[in-house]
């Protein structure tokens, strides 16, 4: 299936001063068309996959040719990663989880706040380039786990509610070295309303 960008419900500049406008410009326009035309170029090769959803590719990568996994894995899985980045974030939205997505997070990890601490762990731990998620697992459990490159977590079976991409071309321009201050300010535009939405639909 053809993949194109998706649109940005809100402005470049519409997450500063927590995501400056610069970032975001360049992380869709470039970094995410990248990924874009890439994985299209890659699927081009092999029209029987044309009617193939992405996902259910990057859930089994075993059923893509070998000439070109490694080429859907890395771009498939960056397009898929940041369609789901852009939603999850927004200007001045809830501050925090609530109801029963608050409770699942509450029974979880203990609270709130020791849910930022393992999240932001393993942000701050994953070497290099990749992701952190708050997944769900098949016996519906909330986990944190964190990704290398552009791998999803669909791909071990497990569903994203929540992700933060830590690539340096995610934060540098603004953040330089300092990992740990853009995940930290980055929770102040994380919509919680979109997390609750993915819990209430997979949970
Ligand atoms: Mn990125």
């Given amino acids: 299936m053809k993949q194109t960008l998706p649109l940005l419900t809100y402005a470049f500049d519409a997450l500063e001063p927590f995501i400056d406008t610069q970032t975001m410009t360049i ?58 980045f852009w939603e999850l974030m927004t200007p001045g939205g809830a501050k925090e989880p609530q109801g029963e997505l608050l409770a699942a997070i509450e029974g979880a990890f203990g609270g709130f706040a ?22 769900l697992t098949a016996e519906k459990q909330l986990k944190v786990v964190s990704t290398a490159n552009q791998d999803t977590p669909i791909s071990d079976g497990l569903t994203p509610i929540l992700a933060l991409d830590v690539w340096e071309h995610a934060y540098y321009l603004k953040y330089q070295n300092r990992r740990p201050e853009y995940i930290e300010q980055w929770f102040n535009v994380v919509n919680w309303t979109v997390v609750n939405k993915l819990f209430e639909e997979n949970k």
């Fill in 114 to 135: 020791q849910f930022k601490d393992a999240f932001a762990t393993a942000a701050k731990t994953r070497f290099g380039s990749g992701w952190a998620w708050l997944v």
């Fill in 27 to 84: 992380h869709y326009s470039k970094h995410h068309q990248a990924y874009v035309d890439n994985v299209n170029a890659a699927l081009e090769k092999f029209p029987e996959l044309a009617d193939v959803e992405l996902t259910d590719l990057i859930k089994d990568l075993n059923r893509v040719p070998e000439s070109i996994r490694m080429a859907v894995r890395n771009n498939g899985g960056g397009h898929l990663n940041h369609t789901l």
